[in-house]
């Protein structure tokens, strides 16, 4: 016997019932009703903690049970079972387990699955994107970030000539555009736009000095463009922040914001190896060392001492890079 | 805050009832449970069942909320929510992406979104009250489409024409939409609360932003900005520390701003809009106290990041339980008297069940 409040569906109404079992048929008794169903027609809510469960008949009307103990006994007898993921929510072991096992479907998706879909997207995505995107970003940086270059009108043309001259190792020249620029605030530094437009800021060429130098930092900026790594990072924050929303997002979308930003700023590794292994195949195919690039890179080391805003901030351990490099030019040998 | 504008409080003092308070029963651990595992099937299926698991943590919120007795129900189906969080995804990745690649896309882009929104918020509130329930009976909503673009369209474009000058009015406007059009059964609701008593309290945040900027700039905040616009202005290298410490303390007035006026916000407006709200002859108190929310928000904001968020749950509970205890129904007679809509006049209105449109694009 389980004690109920029975809605006809029609008003506010409380009416108090008894529910029982009778062979097959779910049995309603108690304030002018007295209902005979086939248990099979009822439908039983799930359990959701502690809340009242509803026996819903097929008309519309419903019994609110408030004793779910006696519930559970009534129901025992009867072919009702509790879902599967109602049984998952309720079992201590499962709720461990799905703790664990959400840290770490988390940690590997942030690993591996997001670069490899930032990349298959990249290389999916028409290449009208990066340009709009590219000018947009140029357009904001020149005049603002950007100054025209000092660097001399023929000093630029020949390392423009030097760097069409170059063969990338899938076969082709770059097809790249090459700006010179000016910049007090990034120093000595190269990046490349999403749509592979590469732009070489002064500080760069004199303090490289050596013009072969510089086509090894460009060979590794071509590695950027090759992956459309500036296209993968733009996807890979929008998923970071997507999901942080999602997670946080109950409580307080401030909150979601800030550790995107933190997750953003540290994500570059491993496209900056890539890009190294790709300069470096880039060097060889032209018949230049990949040491180049660790002398470019050391240069770089030394003069940004003391200020890590330079070309080396989002290029984390540059020892490491410079040993592999060498490692590549002495394989090569 | 107990405001319940007494201008015309019905003389049958005989068949005034005692206010019967909402209560929520739901616990942090056991709430934990569904959440955790909502989170997982939702990684699991690449955020597919993100649509069920809203299903099931709206329901075990209803369910845990109780009036007088008997509990609320939700009965949205997870189909509807996962269509219109598609919608949502689309319309947030065009605006997007047409906000950063300015182009004469973007205007294009905009103004369709403009468009389309106001009918598609319409559809979530029927959406949302339509599968909302107590004791059998379910709420409607009955707000025009002309209602939507008249409180999203006109009164939106004039608060920004106006600078924010008529947010309050508009903020007046969207609750009376919502309020006005709401019904329980064949209940009607209705709104009260005039912009008058919107623009006090926006009053009041603004005193409260100011003020708060200016303790902040005598506690160094600006002394630091000038610092570092001087250097950039100069043109030399800007040290980078600098910089970090820069954005840490902007990036912290901003979370403190959030966590000490937002809380006093929330609670005197939604004080303001439920104790003028009725439900036919029955009124409402909301009477929330805005030092308890300050205290439950920033409590809860700490324990979440001490936890990397397994606090959630827990926070969320508390939340839920602060805010619908602090409202109360003063019955006009017997809450046993509402009548659920007949279920013919709700077809030949053309809506709920019959229409295609109803989602919920609320994420």
């Known amino acids: 016997m389980v004690c109920a409040h029975y809605f006809d569906g029609r008003s506010t109404r409380v009416r108090e019932v008894n529910l029982s079992i009778a062979g097959a048929d779910l049995v309603i008794a108690g304030e002018g009703i007295d209902l005979r169903v086939p248990f099979a027609d009822v439908a039983v809510d799930e359990r959701l903690g502690r809340a009242p469960r509803r026996l819903r008949l097929k008309d519309g009307t419903f019994c609110e049970v408030r004793d779910l103990d006696a519930l559970d006994a009534m129901l025992s007898s009867t072919a009702h079972r509790d879902g599967r993921v109602d049984r998952m929510q309720r079992h201590l072991q499962f709720v461990i387990f799905a703790c664990v096992a959400c840290v770490a479907l988390a940690a590997a998706a942030y690993k591996w699955g997001l670069p490899w879909a930032a990349a298959l997207a990249a290389h999916r995505l028409p290449p009208a994107i990066d340009k709009t995107l590219s000018q947009q970003t140029l357009k904001l940086l020149d005049g603002a970030i950007l100054l025209p270059s000092k660097v001399a009108a023929d000093r630029q043309r020949t390392l423009s000539a030097e760097f069409r001259a170059l063969r990338l190792p899938e076969g082709g020249i770059p097809d790249s555009d090459l700006l010179f620029r000016r910049s007090p605030r990034f120093g000595a530094n190269a990046f490349t736009l999403p749509d592979g437009t590469i732009i070489l800021l002064d500080d760069l060429i004199t303090t490289l000095g050596d013009d072969r130098q510089c086509l090894a930092v460009l060979a590794h900026e071509l590695g950027h463009v090759h992956g459309r790594d500036g296209l993968q990072m733009l996807l890979r924050s929008s998923a970071v922040g997507a999901f942080l929303t999602f997670y946080i997002g109950d409580i307080s979308a401030l909150l979601a914001a800030a550790p995107a930003a933190v997750l953003e700023a540290k994500y570059s590794q491993d496209l900056e190896q890539q890009a190294d292994d790709y300069g470096a195949a880039l060097l060889l195919h032209n018949g230049m060392s990949p040491a180049l690039l660790a002398e470019a890179l050391n240069k770089l080391a030394v003069s940004h001492s003391g200020s890590p805003s330079g070309y080396l901030s989002s290029h984390p351990s540059t020892d490491e890079r410079m040993r592999h490099l060498r490692w590549l030019a002495a394989a090569a040998k | ?363």
């Open chain 2, 1 to 363: 805050m107990e405001n319940i504008s007494g201008s015309e409080m019905p003389s049958r003092a005989a068949s005034a009832r005692a206010p019967e308070q909402l209560s929520f029963s739901g616990r942090g651990a056991e709430y934990f449970g569904i959440w955790i595992v909502n989170l997982l099937l939702t990684i699991v299926t690449l955020g597919i069942y993100s649509a069920w698991a809203k299903v099931r943590r709206l329901k075990y919120f209803y369910r845990h909320t109780e009036l007088a007795g008997s509990s609320f129900d939700f009965h949205g189906s997870p189909t509807r929510i996962l269509i219109g969080r598609v919608i949502a995804l689309v319309m947030l990745l065009a605006y997007n992406y047409s906000v950063r690649l300015q182009s004469r896309m973007t205007l294009v882009v905009l103004l369709a979104l403009a468009l389309v929104m106001p009918w598609l918020l319409r559809n979530s509130f029927r959406f949302r009250l339509y599968n909302t329930s107590w004791r059998g009976t379910r709420f409607h909503f009955r707000g025009s489409v002309g209602g939507s673009y008249r409180v999203f369209l006109l009164n939106g474009f004039l608060t920004l024409i106006t600078l924010y000058v008529m947010a309050p009015f508009t903020h007046q406007r969207l609750k009376a939409y919502q309020h006005d059009n709401s019904w329980f059964g064949r209940t009607q609701c209705s709104f009260h609360a005039r912009a008058g008593q919107f623009y006090l309290i926006y009053l009041l945040l603004l005193a409260a932003l100011v003020g708060f900027f200016f303790v902040m700039s005598a506690a160094g905040v600006g002394h630091v900005l000038v610092l570092f616009a001087q250097m950039q202005k100069q043109g030399g290298h800007v040290d980078p520390n600098l910089v970090f410490r820069t954005l840490f303390i902007v990036y912290g007035v901003l979370i403190l701003m959030s966590l000490l006026i937002g809380p006093v916000f929330h609670a005197l407006v939604t004080n303001l809009i439920w104790s003028n709200t009725r439900v036919g002859e029955h009124r409402i108190a909301c009477n929330m106290s805005p030092l308890a929310m300050i205290w439950i928000t920033v409590s809860n904001f700490v324990l979440v990041v001490l936890t990397l968020g397994l606090f959630i749950p827990w926070a969320a509970v508390r939340l839920a339980k602060f805010q619908l205890e602090s409202v109360r129904i003063i019955p006009a007679s017997d809450l046993q008297e509402f009548e659920a809509a007949e279920p013919e006049a709700i077809g030949a209105v053309g809506e709920e069940a019959a229409t295609v449109f109803d989602f919920d694009i609320s994420l």
